[in-house]
């Protein structure tokens, strides 16, 4: 069976608190674009992120609010800014490293929460039935083309909010040479 892949560049989940100290008291992010996940959006705020050996600049925020900060690199950001982040599902945060993020109107020293998302599956649970797949699963897409190859450890995510979509980086994404909406086929 077959899902629409996309790829994620790097981008940041901002909390209120952290978004106040960054663009100022109160501040409400712009919606940019809406993104493929329902209620999800690209914001048109930027911020930097500073690391022990380098900067990236302007990276994308992403919408709405969360309750902590997650910062969503991919492994090479990691060595631009000279910080080793571990590959994880999102929101699971707990010992990752942290990392300074600056903005126009301040800078968080962020603790925590600096992470490489784990390739993973957007799906709700009609599509998980029909795919023959529960929350947490591990399964494997395979890619098609000249580049065609096989990605393993992939995390099946369920939830009835979900559109069905697999999410890997940038960086995977290049490897296997596929665009948003290709079609990849799950083989479990």
């Given at each position: 069976m077959k899902l629409p892949i996309a790829?994620?560049?790097?981008?940041?989940?901002?909390?209120?608190?952290?978004?106040?100290?960054?663009?100022?008291?109160?501040?409400?992010?712009?919606?940019?674009?809406?993104?493929?996940?329902?209620?999800?959006f690209a914001c048109e705020e930027k911020v930097d992120l500073v690391g022990p050996k380098g900067t990236i600049k302007g990276?994308?925020?992403?919408?709405?609010?969360?309750n902590q900060t997650q910062v969503e690199i991919s492994l090479a950001d990691g060595f631009t800014l000279g910080v080793k982040a571990p590959i994880r599902e999102s929101g699971d945060l707990n010992g990752t490293p942290g990392i300074k993020i600056a903005g126009p109107n301040g800078e968080v020293e962020l603790q925590e929460g600096l992470i490489v998302a784990s390739r993973h599956i957007h799906m709700n649970s009609n599509d998980a039935k029909n795919f023959g797949v529960n929350d947490k699963d591990l399964v494997k897409i395979k890619t098609e083309g000249q580049r065609?190859?096989?990605?393993?450890?992939?995390l099946v995510r369920v939830n009835d909010s979900y559109q069905l979509e697999m999410h890997v980086d940038v960086e995977e994404g290049n490897a296997a040479a596929v665009k948003n909406g290709e079609l990849v086929e799950l083989i479990k």
């Amino acid at each position: 069976m077959k899902l629409p892949i996309a790829l994620s560049n790097k981008h940041i989940h901002l909390s209120q608190d952290d978004i106040n100290t960054l663009f100022g008291q109160d501040y409400k992010l712009t919606p940019f674009k809406p993104l493929s996940q329902p209620g999800q959006f690209a914001c048109e705020e930027k911020v930097d992120l500073v690391g022990p050996k380098g900067t990236i600049k302007g990276v994308r925020v992403l919408g709405p609010t969360r309750n902590q900060t997650q910062v969503e690199i991919s492994l090479a950001d990691g060595f631009t800014l000279g910080v080793k982040a571990p590959i994880r599902e999102s929101g699971d945060l707990n010992g990752t490293p942290g990392i300074k993020i600056a903005g126009p109107n301040g800078e968080v020293e962020l603790q925590e929460g600096l992470i490489v998302a784990s390739r993973h599956i957007h799906m709700n649970s009609n599509d998980a039935k029909n795919f023959g797949v529960n929350d947490k699963d591990l399964v494997k897409i395979k890619t098609e083309g000249q580049r065609a190859l096989v990605f393993e450890n992939v995390l099946v995510r369920v939830n009835d909010s979900y559109q069905l979509e697999m999410h890997v980086d940038v960086e995977e994404g290049n490897a296997a040479a596929v665009k948003n909406g290709e079609l990849v086929e799950l083989i479990k």
